[in-house]
């Protein structure tokens, strides 16, 4: 079975400032998915920022970027340039095959 | 286009009494999954359609749980005889292609 963990369950950062949030996984398959979802208080999952294990290069959305280490099963999120928005939890998920294993979460705060 | 849909978006019952939880997936989407997000057990996989098949039903939590897909579209989770670890929110998604999930608003189940 495979196992994500999320060893900071709260984050805070200043406004227009960088912000890394980390995630490490554990699994025996090689071609897998790795996602970061964001979900405000509305509780709405939305997806951040998506990669696929079998490509090398780290996926970037605008402000948003990855940094997967493979061998090391880490999967950090970057987020540049913070802004009162992006305040969440942000859940990192891995999939196989059928559903989505999830963190514990990372309550992202912003301070103005 | 429309996203995936939920009803109701909040409901309260009684302990012992039966509920529908309802998942409307994107349109010409194969694939629907369902969550449940606790307090305690944070987002867990429960189960997920391919089709009007479920593969694999060993992720719901007790016998009083069960869910249908019919005409490859709606699916229904049914919780009977309630109780009041059963509170969460009731997460669906739904996908058309593997690496990929789009995560409706939830219903947020309460058992008094």
């Known amino acids: 079975a495979q196992t994500v963990t999320q060893s900071q369950p709260e984050m805070s950062v200043q406004e227009a400032e960088t912000v890394t949030l980390s995630c490490t996984y554990d699994?025996?398959?090689?071609?897998?998915?790795l996602f970061w979802y964001k979900q405000p208080p509305s509780r709405q999952m939305i997806l951040v920022i998506r990669q696929e294990a079998y490509k090398q290069q780290n996926a970037t959305e605008n402000r948003f970027s990855v940094n997967f280490q493979k061998a090391a099963k880490s999967f950090s999120l970057k987020i540049s340039d913070s802004q009162l928005g992006d305040a969440a939890m942000y859940f990192c998920a891995f999939l196989l095959d059928d559903g989505l294993t999830f963190g514990k979460g990372t309550h992202l705060i912003i301070q103005p | 286009g429309a996203g995936v849909s939920q009803s109701p978006s909040n409901k309260v019952t009684e302990k012992g009494k039966d509920v529908e939880l309802r998942c409307d997936p994107i349109?010409?989407?194969?694939?629907l999954y369902w969550y449940r997000q606790s307090l305690g057990q944070g987002l867990e996989f429960l189960i997920y359609f391919q089709g009007n098949s479920a593969p694999d039903k060993s992720g719901l939590p007790s016998d009083r749980f069960s869910a249908e897909r019919t005409g490859g579209s709606v699916s229904t989770l049914t919780i009977q005889r309630t109780q009041q670890e059963d509170s969460a929110v009731y997460l669906c998604?739904?996908?058309?292609?593997?690496?990929?999930?789009?995560f409706g608003p939830g219903t947020r189940l309460t058992v008094t």
């Open positions: 998604a739904s996908s058309m292609k593997r690496g990929e999930q789009y």
């Open positions: 349109s010409g989407h194969t694939a």
């Open positions: 699994t025996s398959e090689s071609d897998y998915y």
